[in-house]
C-alpha cells in the first residue's frame, strides 16, 4: 500500500507521484495480474469484455501546434462554462442551463475530427461541442442571455444552440432524442 503523504516522492511539481506509479511501483505490482494485450483495434463491444486490455492511445506525431489548440479550446470552454455558472447562480441567466465542466475533452476531441462536410447534433450539454467547433463565444453567451444577437436569436437559451457555420446543426434538451437525427 503506498504511504498517504507525499513524503516518499522528493518532486513536489506533482509529477513525483505519477511518475513513480506508473514507472516503477505500479506495473511491478500488477503487471502480472493484467491480461495478455491485444494488438488488435478495440471495438465499442469490447469495452465490456472482461480480459481484454488494450494500451493507451499514442499521442505520438500529436504536434505542439495542435496540442496548444487543444488546449485553447478547453480553457475557453471551461471559462465560459464557469461564466454561465455564475451568471445563472446570480439569476442573470433566466434560461435552464446543464453545464458540461470536466467533459470538456469528448468535445474538443470530437471537434477535431470533424470533416467540413459532417453535421454535428447536440443535447442537452452542448455548449462544449458548440464552442470546441467554433461556434462564437459572444452569440453563445448572448444566447443563454436571451439576446437577439445569440446564435438562435436569443429564442433557444442554453439547450437549444444553432450554428450551421461551424457544422453544429442544432441541440434538444430531451436526452436522446437527437440520436435518431444524428445517425
Same mark, same amino acid.
Given at each position: =500500500?503506498?504511504?498517504?503523504?507525499?513524503?516518499?516522492?522528493?518532486?513536489?511539481? %506533482?509529477? %513525483?507521484?505519477? /511518475?513513480?506509479?506508473? /514507472?516503477?511501483?505500479?506495473?511491478?505490482?500488477?503487471?502480472?495480474?493484467?491480461?495478455?494485450?491485444?494488438?488488435?483495434? !478495440?471495438?465499442?463491444?469490447?469495452?465490456?469484455?472482461?480480459?481484454?486490455?488494450?494500451?493507451?492511445?499514442?499521442?505520438?506525431?500529436?504536434?505542439?501546434?495542435?496540442? =496548444?489548440?487543444?488546449?485553447?479550446?478547453?480553457?475557453?470552454?471551461?471559462?465560459? &462554462? &464557469?461564466?454561465?455558472?455564475? &451568471?445563472?447562480?446570480?439569476?442573470?441567466?433566466?434560461?435552464?442551463?446543464?453545464?458540461?465542466?470536466?467533459?470538456?475533452?469528448?468535445?474538443?476531441?470530437?471537434?477535431?475530427?470533424?470533416?467540413?462536410?459532417?453535421?454535428?447534433?447536440?443535447?442537452?450539454?452542448?455548449?462544449?461541442?458548440?464552442?470546441?467547433?467554433?461556434?462564437? /463565444?459572444?452569440?453563445?453567451? !448572448? &444566447?443563454? /442571455?436571451?439576446?437577439?444577437?445569440?446564435?438562435?436569436?436569443? =429564442?433557444?437559451?442554453? =439547450?437549444?444552440?444553432?450554428?450551421?457555420?461551424? %457544422?453544429?446543426?442544432?441541440?434538444?434538451?430531451?436526452? %436522446?432524442?437527437?440520436?435518431?437525427?444524428?445517425?
Amino acid at each position: =500500500m503506498l504511504p498517504a503523504s507525499n513524503e516518499h516522492f522528493p518532486d513536489r511539481r %506533482g509529477s %513525483g507521484l505519477y /511518475l513513480r506509479l506508473h /514507472l516503477g511501483i505500479l506495473p511491478k505490482v500488477i503487471k502480472s495480474k493484467l491480461p495478455k494485450v491485444s494488438q488488435d483495434p !478495440a471495438r465499442l463491444g469490447d469495452l465490456a469484455k472482461s480480459g481484454k486490455h488494450h494500451e493507451p492511445i499514442s499521442l505520438m506525431g500529436i504536434t505542439k501546434d495542435q496540442s =496548444m489548440d487543444w488546449l485553447r479550446k478547453l480553457i475557453l470552454i471551461r471559462c465560459a &462554462e &464557469e461564466k454561465i455558472g455564475e &451568471e445563472f447562480g446570480k439569476a442573470v441567466i433566466k434560461c435552464p442551463c446543464h453545464l458540461v465542466i470536466g467533459q470538456e475533452a469528448p468535445a474538443v476531441g470530437l471537434a477535431d475530427h470533424i470533416r467540413p462536410t459532417d453535421k454535428v447534433f447536440g443535447a442537452h450539454r452542448s455548449h462544449a461541442h458548440y464552442l470546441a467547433l467554433g461556434g462564437d /463565444l459572444h452569440q453563445l453567451m !448572448a &444566447e443563454v /442571455l436571451g439576446k437577439e444577437t445569440g446564435c438562435s436569436r436569443g =429564442m433557444g437559451g442554453s =439547450m437549444h444552440l444553432y450554428q450551421p457555420l461551424v %457544422g453544429f446543426h442544432g441541440s434538444v434538451p430531451i436526452v %436522446g432524442s437527437t440520436i435518431p437525427i444524428a445517425v
